[in-house]
């Protein structure tokens, strides 16, 4: 038999210490629901989601009750709608926003992505649609979400899809600065967009991926804190062994639940995606493991290598406990889904130009900060193409999504409720980018060698 | 298919009987059972067999909640699959 501490961490870990599973994200392709008429072409779309993902939820909820492990989100992928955009002759895109909404309450998900384009290089018709449409989209649906693709390492940085993105951002915090400017909590920008994500805002499910797949991420900031708070006299050698270790325990859960689904469901497993994705709630957070490394609060210098250290050792832990890794694979830093990051930004402890360095090195990017109303779409964009340049350059995926906090200034709070949380609006630097912005063009791909 | 029952709390005359006697009125087999003192909290951990079991894991879940309001220890009940995935390579 396994031996008592080990088998009283596991209990603890899930009892005490928020160990979940986050999301199984069912990727699934709509190529064949290609039609130039996009009322046939939406149902083929609500048909196919609905045939393929009938049984998600409920299975999603059979495994949690039967293995112990919470499984927080049950959600879907999909291929880019802008693809299936492209074949329409119609400029009312936003009838595929309708028809994942409809067919995500059909099947019981809370979260279905892929309202998305990829314009690393350029735009097609299909892309210029549908980010025209991404605000209306996003104000009359709840659980779709949106996603665009403005550059690559291969591909350089598109600025005139940059350009758009910053007014698309602030139309659709405007149309929907009734409920809190929830519509751009459901929106983010990507440079190096992976194609196999199964954590919303950005899921998408690319075009080099199987008809179907089951995507499995794991969570479990909780977990890794309880391991560093008796780790008192841990140098930090000794401190990255105990987060690989505690990565590698947290994963195998992971993996357990996505080859279950997977069998289950009788669909491929595609990916676990290695990250430690915090929630609101307490003990849930990863500016609390940074804390418990050693820094009086998240945001002072020695955040970003206490992060850097931390996004190494859950990927080299995670890597050896699944089979398959993919997605975005590292530590999360969304601003108001973090109970220590909210404290951290409102103490003023936490800044953006913090933030921005901090996403070097970790998974993603500006991920759920809330910035003053008043702020442009020029600045906007600008923030959106320094994270560009950060990812591109690195060969990383980064990504922004702020909330525009429509009527708001910096020191105000948003307050979106569940996972998505709440936080203050943060001071943005309003110097104007703004001739740089509307230069337009596309800045070249970097050099792979003379790295320096 | 097998799980792991765990309870912890303060040593008392008869948790050993309360807890298999749980199991035997649902027809779960009890394979092995050890039992510590860990930091002072008294820890027993139960292998058992649900193959013939009357109740799923999560409705175990629940009579193992109401039993342990009624005597004051924390007991849980988990699939072997997980315990084996995290602690063996």
């Known amino acids: 038999m396994i031996n008592t501490h080990d088998i009283i961490e596991t209990v603890n870990m899930i009892d005490n210490e928020n160990l979940d599973v986050r999301t199984i994200t069912m990727g699934i392709s709509l190529l064949s629901c290609i039609d130039e008429d996009i009322d046939k072409a939406c149902t083929k779309v609500y048909d196919k989601i609905c045939r393929y993902a009938k049984d998600l939820v409920k299975t999603g909820e059979n495994i949690s009750s039967e293995y112990g492990i919470p499984i927080i989100h049950k959600r879907i992928s999909v291929t880019p709608i802008a693809m299936l955009a492209s074949a329409c002759q119609t400029q009312k895109i936003v009838k595929f926003a309708l028809a994942l909404e409809k067919a995500s309450q059909s099947v019981g998900v809370n979260f279905i992505g892929g309202y998305s384009a990829l314009v690393q290089k350029g735009f097609s018709d299909g892309d210029y649609a549908l980010m025209e449409s991404i605000p209306e989209a996003l104000s009359i649906t709840d659980h779709v979400c949106a996603s665009v693709n403005v550059g690559s390492t291969k591909a350089g940085i598109n600025m005139d899809a940059v350009k758009m993105m910053g007014s698309i951002i602030k139309k659709t915090a405007e149309l929907t600065a009734d409920r809190d400017c929830i519509g751009a909590a459901k929106l983010v920008v990507f440079c190096n967009a992976p194609e196999d994500n199964p954590f919303m805002a950005g899921a998408m499910h690319g075009v080099g991926e199987p008809d179907c797949e089951i995507n499995v991420g794991v969570s479990g900031p909780g977990v890794v804190r309880a391991a560093l708070t008796k780790c008192e006299n841990y140098n930090l050698s000794e401190i990255a062994e105990v987060i690989k270790k505690t990565a590698f325990k947290i994963t195998r859960t992971g993996q357990l639940v996505a080859q279950e689904a997977s069998r289950r469901l009788g669909v491929p497993f595609g990916i676990v995606d290695l990250s430690l994705a915090p929630t609101p709630a307490v003990g849930d957070s990863v500016a609390h493991i940074l804390e418990e490394m050693g820094l009086e609060e998240c945001g002072c210098f020695g955040t970003t290598a206490a992060l850097a250290l931390l996004n190494d050792a859950v990927k080299k832990g995670g890597v050896m406990a699944s089979s398959h890794v993919g997605g975005l694979s590292g530590a999360f830093i969304p601003v108001t889904e973090d109970a220590g990051m909210i404290s951290a930004a409102r103490s003023g402890c936490l800044t953006l130009n913090k933030l921005e360095a901090m996403t070097a090195v970790c998974s993603v990017g500006l991920d759920m900060i809330n910035i003053p109303g008043d702020t442009t779409p020029e600045v906007i964009s600008a923030i959106i193409a320094d994270e560009a340049a950060i990812g591109m350059v690195n060969s990383k995926t980064t990504a922004v999504r702020v909330i525009p906090a429509i009527g708001k200034h910096a020191g105000d709070e948003l307050s979106f409720g569940g996972l998505l949380g709440e936080g203050p609006v943060m001071a943005v630097n309003t110097k104007s980018p703004y001739k740089f912005i509307h230069r337009g063009g596309r800045i070249p791909a970097p050099l792979q060698s003379l790295k320096n | ?89």
């Not at chain 2, 709390?9 to 050993?16: M, S, Y």
């Not at chain 2, 779960?28 to 894991?57: H, R």
């Open chain 2, 1 to 89: 298919m097998r799980a792991f029952i765990t309870v912890l709390g303060k040593d008392t005359v008869g948790i050993l009987a309360k807890v298999s006697t749980a199991c035997a009125e649902e027809n779960i087999s009890i394979l092995e059972v050890t039992q510590s003192v860990l930091q002072d909290i008294f820890v027993m951990i139960m292998l058992v067999d649900m193959d013939n079991a009357t109740k799923t894991i999560s409705q175990m879940q629940e009579k193992f909640d109401v039993l342990g309001e009624k005597t004051n220890l924390k007991i849980h009940i988990m699939h072997e699959d997980i315990f084996n995935s995290m602690h063996r390579i």
